[in-house]
């Protein structure tokens, strides 16, 4: 079926360092995408996002590159930060309303 | 003040009880959600509204009631629940569900747990 699925559940970097998200969906149809930061206690952040007539988009130190020929979306974010620290997770929209979530990846940032 | 208000945030209930969760959006948006998250999995869609009207029920057990009085204002009637029901539940908002897609917003979530 139609999965939105990330290659690493947690990812450790030290503070300062540039850290890489991955995400791999498979709805070749799907058109937007959008990187979420969750952190402990609280709800989805919204990030960044991008359509898929891009293949990059950059914000405030973040970065979201999309590969539409191998279905892989990445999630840059440069000079890492404590206050990184969080689950992250991408969302595929493939219509409408729909929108299919990824299980997330751990950030944790190494002082 | 966020833009999508839930309340509230934690709420513990037996399986006989019946409880309601609320959620509001301040940002003029016309369509609302409902999503289940509970650990190591991924969201999954429960309720969407668009102008008032429910356009999907992502085949959700009937013990679960939402209501959508008017565009700003969701609710999740609960009773009889599982224990497996216990999670995290998240209020959403978007512009408009039947247009162009856009992200969605998210409340801060009631976490929910069924003894």
């Known amino acids: 079926g139609e999965s939105v699925g990330l290659h690493l559940p947690t990812l450790s970097v030290q503070e300062g360092d540039n850290s890489i998200i991955n995400c791999a969906y498979s709805n070749s149809a799907s058109d937007y995408f959008i990187w979420y930061k969750q952190e402990s206690g609280k709800g989805p952040q919204f990030i960044i996002d991008i359509r898929s007539n891009m293949d990059k988009r950059q914000g405030q130190r973040v970065t979201v590159l999309l590969n539409k020929t191998v279905k892989h979306l990445s999630l840059q974010i440069a000079a890492t930060q404590p206050g990184d620290s969080a689950v992250y997770f991408c969302a595929e929209n493939t219509g409408t309303y729909k929108y299919i979530f990824g299980t997330g990846t751990r950030l944790k940032v190494l002082a | 003040e966020t833009g999508v208000t839930q309340t509230p945030r934690h709420l513990v209930m037996g399986m006989t009880n019946k409880k309601s969760l609320k959620c509001e959006q301040h940002l003029g948006h016309n369509a609302m959600y409902w999503y289940k998250q509970s650990a190591k999995k991924p969201l999954e869609l429960m309720f969407v509204y668009n102008f008032k009207e429910q356009t999907e029920n992502n085949s959700v057990p009937s013990r679960f009631s939402p209501e959508c009085p008017n565009s700003s204002h969701l609710f999740l009637h609960l009773h009889t629940l599982q224990p497996e029901d216990s999670a995290l539940y998240l209020c959403?908002?978007?512009?408009?569900?039947?247009?162009?897609?856009?992200?969605?917003?998210f409340g801060e979530g009631s976490r929910l747990t069924v003894l």
């Open positions: 959403a908002s978007s512009q408009d569900a039947g247009g162009p897609s856009g992200e969605l917003f």
